[in-house]
């Protein structure tokens, strides 16, 4: 069982910035997608970012393109979303997962998720 604890979140007015943080228990060497997803209420959850654990490739739901960065830090098992220009749309509960080699941005395809942490963007 994989443990994913994110941290990061915040308020913020639109225009500034968060780092979204994901601790997780296990981070071996693979192939398989660290995924961010968000949820609005009353909308369903969106993928925003993915990045294969062997770093390899990475891919952004249009939206966040130029604006949000994922990375990880292997020596801390932590997977990271660095959030600039913010804005009132990007509001919303923010999860970390953990999928398999054909995860990207498909919420389907993951198995192991965070308890969330809450990102509000005020205008």
């Known amino acids: 069982q994989v443990q994913l604890v994110e941290s990061g979140g915040g308020s913020v007015q639109t225009g500034g910035s968060l780092r979204l943080s994901c601790l997780a228990s296990?981070?071996?060497?693979?192939?398989?997608?660290m995924g961010w997803f968000r949820q609005a209420p009353g909308k369903e959850r969106e993928g925003v970012a993915a990045?294969?654990?062997?770093?390899?490739?990475?891919t952004y739901v249009d939206s966040v393109k130029g604006r949000f960065t994922i990375s990880q830090d292997i020596a801390k098992n932590t997977l990271y979303l660095q959030m600039n220009n913010l804005q009132p749309e990007d509001t919303g509960m923010y999860y970390c997962?953990?999928?398999?080699?054909?995860?990207?941005?498909?919420?389907?395809?993951?198995?192991?998720w965070g308890q969330g942490t809450q990102v509000t963007v005020s205008s």
């Open positions: 296990d981070y071996f060497y693979g192939s398989y997608y």
């Open positions: 990045l294969r654990r062997d770093g390899l490739f990475a």
């Open positions: 997962a953990r999928g398999n080699p054909a995860s990207r941005l498909v919420a389907g395809q993951y198995t192991y």
